[in-house]
C-alpha cells in the first residue's frame, strides 16, 4: 500500500522544474493553494488560466450501476476525488502551461534540468561506491569470532522478539511539518494526520498522524488519481509525458510500466467519450465536478 503523495510525487517533480518563461513570479498572483510551491517554478510568466473541455456537456452512454466492476470503480473514485481537487487547486495556474506542451520550455531549463538528473546520478554512484570500500576495509571476522556471534542470544529462533527503543529527543516518524497553506493542510488530513495546535521552530504546522486512520490508498486508486487530475488540468498526462522524455527523467519507462498494468497509463489523456465513460458517469452521477476544492 502507498501514500498518494508517493504517487503522484513524479507528477509534482516534473511540473517543479518545467514551467520557466519570461518574467518574475510574483506569489499574490497565485492560487492560495500553490504559494508554497512558487519557489519551485523560479521565473515565470504569470498568465490568466483558460477553462478546460466542457466535459459535463459531452454525450456519454448509460451503465449498468448494479455491477461490481461500476460499484467498484464507484467506491475509488469517490474516495480519491477530494484529494483529486485539492492537488487541482495547486496546479490551476499551470493550467496554460499544459496546453502549449513541451514547446512552451525553454531549451535552458531543459538543460538544467538534464545537469541536476546526471549530477544526482552521479551522486548515489560515488555514494554506492564508497560504501562498498567501506565494507572491504572491515576486517573479517575470525572463525572463533563468528561462533561466537552466532550464538548470542536472541539470534536463535525462541519466539521472543527484541525491539530497540528510539531516544526521546528524536523527533516520531508520526509527527511532521508542512506549510500553513490550507491546500497542504488539507491533503495531509486526507492522508491520515491531524493539524496540531502548535507549530515547529520555522513557524510551519505541526501534524501528527492518526493512529485510528485505516484508509491508505493503493496502487491503482494512486494512479487513477493522477488519472483524474488529467480531467481537471486538462493536457497535464501529455506534457508530464512530452517533459520527462526531454529531460530523461529516471525510471520513467518504468513508472509508465506500472501505470499500465493498474489500468489508467501515465501518458493516457482522459478521455469521457471513449475509455473514461465509467469514470464521468460516476463523477456527474454524484456531482463531484460540481463541488469546491476543500482547501479554497
Known amino acids: 500500500m502507498v501514500r498518494p503523495l508517493l504517487v503522484v510525487a513524479f507528477v509534482l517533480e516534473v511540473f517543479g522544474h518545467s514551467i520557466c518563461a519570461q518574467g518574475i513570479a510574483d506569489s499574490t498572483a497565485f492560487p492560495p493553494g500553490f504559494r508554497p510551491f512558487v519557489h519551485l517554478i523560479g521565473a515565470a510568466e504569470v498568465v490568466a488560466t483558460d477553462e478546460g473541455p466542457d466535459w459535463r456537456g459531452m454525450d456519454i452512454k448509460d451503465y449498468d ?44 531549463t531543459l538543460k538544467a534540468q538534464r545537469a541536476s ?39 536463535q529462533d525462541t519466539g521472543v ?3 530497540i527503543g528510539k531516544s526521546e529527543s528524536e523527533q516520531t516518524p508520526d509527527t511532521i511539518s508542512v506549510s500553513n497553506d490550507p491546500c497542504m493542510i488539507a491533503l495531509q488530513e486526507q492522508q491520515g494526520f491531524i493539524a496540531l495546535d502548535s507549530l515547529d521552530a520555522e513557524g510551519q504546522q505541526l501534524m501528527v498522524s492518526d493512529t485510528a486512520f485505516q484508509d491508505d490508498m493503493g496502487f491503482k486508486e494512486g494512479f487513477l488519481l493522477v488519472h483524474l487530475l488529467d480531467r481537471q488540468n486538462p493536457g497535464m498526462l501529455n506534457f508530464a509525458d512530452d517533459y520527462a522524455k526531454a529531460v530523461k527523467l529516471p525510471f520513467w519507462s518504468t513508472i509508465k510500466m506500472f501505470s499500465r498494468l493498474s489500468g489508467y ?20 452521477k454524484h456531482g463531484l465536478d460540481l463541488q469546491t476544492s476543500p482547501c479554497e
Open 65 to 108: 450501476e448494479t455491477k461490481n466492476k461500476y460499484l467498484d470503480l464507484e467506491v475509488m473514485v469517490l474516495k480519491v476525488w477530494p484529494q483529486v481537487m485539492i492537488i487541482s487547486s495547486m496546479l490551476d495556474t499551470m493550467r496554460t502551461s499544459f496546453s502549449q506542451g513541451i514547446e512552451s520550455v525553454p531549451d535552458s
Open 117 to 155: 538528473i546526471q549530477s544526482g546520478k552521479e551522486e548515489r554512484k560515488a555514494e554506492k561506491k564508497a560504501e562498498k570500500r567501506a565494507r572491504k576495509s572491515d576486517p573479517p571476522l575470525d572463525k572463533e569470532a563468528q561462533e561466537e556471534t552466532s550464538s548470542q542470544p536472541g539470534d
Open 265 to 284: 497509463r501515465i501518458n493516457k489523456a482522459y478521455d469521457p467519450e471513449r475509455y473514461d465513460g465509467k469514470l464521468e458517469h460516476i463523477i456527474r
Open 161 to 163: 522478539s527484541v525491539e
